[in-house]
């Protein structure tokens, strides 16, 4: 019997067929400013101690299945109450991935449009719906078609990335709440830029409503090699993520770093602090110069728009000198020529406006 390709490709679902997969950019040698991480290393003497704790890590050992010292370490440092429950997911993206499974088929996702790309990319993966409801101009919640989309939709899920991505603004917090009580389902609010934001809908969560999530990721932290995210709400409802989620999913490796992290968290605030202090200046110079339109940011990133150059130019020059920000490409709701640049350290902000000063 003869196979070809194109046989086994049929077993293959045609929306999974049609989709694009996420793509990462190459960075080597670049200043690498596209992925909206923490641009600094951790002290000398901190590192010294981690890596003391990571020799005597013993690898032949399955981790701890539910992390307990991490989740110890993690409700200290976040003030997360007790009575709330706590899944982690091997970053944002799994816990992402483990609501929309447990979700019944059929079911519909609502999110904002323009935001994480995520949500729509593993909604469609599972075969469900995910609706987009345009953002006004300005990056705003357009509320009356939010508010329309949950009673036409009755979506089972609602992300709302707080501050948002790409744009980088914080959503009003009264028209939140207003979905929030609209809702049937659930409304799962990512923090992943909380850091940078100084606001958060943690000290929100109440029996009164058991529908809102939060999620949050320590990958801005500085810590986005280990790939952890958590998630945090009714115990009641996360205890049905955890009938999905993967035993061991979080390595002993992320567990112990996460834990030693948490036990510095003032290094890592400090970290934080100085990113906010930086993302004023780089608004600043962003903002000195003619030709760009510069949109307001509470997270580590900038979005900005050309009126007299094409994005992809620009992105091609700065990419010639070895400098590598985010082409925003065609991404429904933003302006056609849209470049999203990370914060970066003093220097590299600084190399990377003289490089942007020289090509426009």
Request: a negative charge; hydrophobic letters at 45%; charged letters at 20%.
């Amino acid at each position: 019997m003869s196979n070809s390709t194109d046989q086994f490709l049929s077993l293959i679902r045609p929306d999974i067929q049609a989709m694009n997969a996420y793509k990462v950019a190459d960075a080597t040698g670049m200043v690498k400013l596209d992925a909206m991480e923490n641009p600094y290393g951790w002290p000398e003497q901190m590192k010294s101690e981690w890596l003391d704790l990571m020799a005597n890590v013993d690898i032949n050992r399955y981790p701890d299945p539910s992390a307990s010292e991490l989740v110890k370490k993690l409700r200290a440092t976040s003030d997360i109450a007790d009575k709330a429950g706590v899944v982690l997911g091997n970053g944002s993206d799994e816990l992402i991935q483990l609501i929309l499974m447990s979700l019944k088929p059929g079911s519909s996702v609502l999110v904002p449009d323009p935001t994480f790309v995520m949500y729509k990319q593993i909604s469609t993966s599972l075969g469900l719906v995910c609706e987009g409801v345009p953002l006004h101009k300005d990056f705003s919640l357009n509320l009356p078609e939010m508010l329309k989309a949950i009673k036409d939709l009755n979506p089972a899920v609602i992300f709302l990335a707080y501050p948002n991505n790409p744009t980088a603004n914080l959503f009003d917090e009264a028209d939140i709440m207003q979905i929030i009580e609209a809702s049937g389902g659930l409304v799962v609010i990512d923090e992943a830029y909380q850091p940078f934001a100084g606001k958060t809908f943690l000290q929100k969560l109440s029996v009164n409503h058991p529908q809102l999530l939060v999620m949050r990721t320590v990958s801005k932290l500085g810590l986005a090699g280990l790939r952890l995210g958590y998630l945090v709400g009714d115990k009641t409802i996360l205890e049905q993520f955890e009938k999905v989620r993967l035993p061991y999913n979080i390595n002993v490796f992320t567990q112990i770093t996460a834990a030693f992290a948490f036990d510095h968290i003032d290094e890592l605030d400090k970290q934080a602090e100085l990113i906010c202090q930086q993302r004023e200046f780089l608004n600043d110079e962003l903002s000195k110069l003619a030709g760009l339109l510069v949109y307001p940011s509470n997270a580590n990133f900038i979005l900005f728009s050309l009126l007299n150059e094409t994005a992809e130019h620009v992105f091609n020059e700065l990419k010639k000198r070895a400098i590598l920000i985010k082409l925003m490409g065609s991404a429904r709701g933003l302006p056609e020529q849209c470049l999203r640049v990370t914060v970066g350290t003093k220097e590299q902000n600084v190399q990377f406006i003289s490089a942007l000063k020289a090509i426009i």
